[in-house]
T-cell receptor, first 113, second 112 residues
Framework: DAGVIQSPRHEVTEMGQEVTLRCKPI?????LFWYRQTMMRGLELLIY????????DSGMPEDRFSAKMPNASFSTLKIQPSEPRDSAVYFC???????????FGPGTRLTVL | SQQGEEDPQALSIQEGENATMNCSYK?????LQWYRQNSGRGLVHLIL?????REKHSGRLRVTLDTSKKSSSLLITASRAADTASYFC????????????FGAGTRLFVKA
């Protein structure tokens, strides 16, 4: 298996633009997690899905952020409109058993100017 | 905060020495995991210890868990330059669904 795949790896955009981050989990993994990592706040859980259904989105910072998982092999995290404070590395992770080992993707480094 | 706290924040040692990192947490946990993150990369799972376990080994890694003190330690023996990375503890909370909360991490630098 290729592991968790994220795209793009780097994204530079201007304030106010819409940003869409993509993730393909490992086949057979029922749980998918979106995290954000910054120097100031560390690694924060934004939202997680089980069998394509959002279970806990309490970490989503505000209404500008939305996430979907239309099928078992694809998820998106959208920021609209983007702001400079959204600049961070966004990770997607998947797992078979919730609460056990998570497999992380390489991350998307987002820079909002 | 329910996050774990790790210390030290940064650690610099010589190749061949042992490295010890500590993690403390505030609430009851189901398990505790350690991850490694190389610069610019995603996190990689190292080891998982369950709440009913006290010690676990994997190669050069040794993890201990003291639930009475709500703390864990990760020991890397005979460190190598390739061990240079950030190390995070992550706690699966006993309640609150299936969230895993990550600590702030320890940056380890192993000098060749």
């Amino acid at each position: 298996d290729a592991g968790v795949i994220q795209s793009p790896r780097h994204e530079v955009t201007e304030m106010g633009q819409e940003v869409t981050l993509r993730c393909k989990p490992i086949s057979g993994h029922d749980y998918l997690f979106w995290y954000r990592q910054t120097m100031m706040r560390g690694l924060e859980l934004l939202i997680y899905f089980n069998n394509n259904v959002p279970i806990d989105d309490s970490g989503m910072p505000e209404d500008r952020f939305s996430a979907k998982m239309p099928n078992a092999s694809f998820s998106t995290l959208k920021i609209q409109p983007s702001e400079p404070r959204d600049s961070a590395v966004y990770f997607c992770a998947s797992t078979i058993v919730a609460g056990d080992e998570q497999f992380f993707g390489p991350g998307t480094r987002l820079t909002v100017l | 905060s329910q996050q774990g706290e790790e210390d030290p924040q940064a650690l610099s040692i010589q190749e061949g020495e042992n490295a010890t990192m500590n993690c403390s947490y505030k609430t009851s946990i189901n398990n505790l995991q350690w991850y490694r993150q190389n610069s610019g990369r995603g996190l990689v799972h190292l080891i998982l210890i369950r709440s009913n376990e006290r010690e676990k080994h994997s190669g050069r890694l040794r993890v201990t868990l003291d639930t009475s003190k709500k703390s864990s330690s990760l020991l890397i023996t005979a460190s190598r330059a390739a061990d240079t990375a950030s190390y995070f503890c992550a706690m699966r909370l006993y309640t609150g669904g299936f969230k895993t909360i990550f600590g702030a991490g320890t940056r380890l630098f192993v000098k060749a």
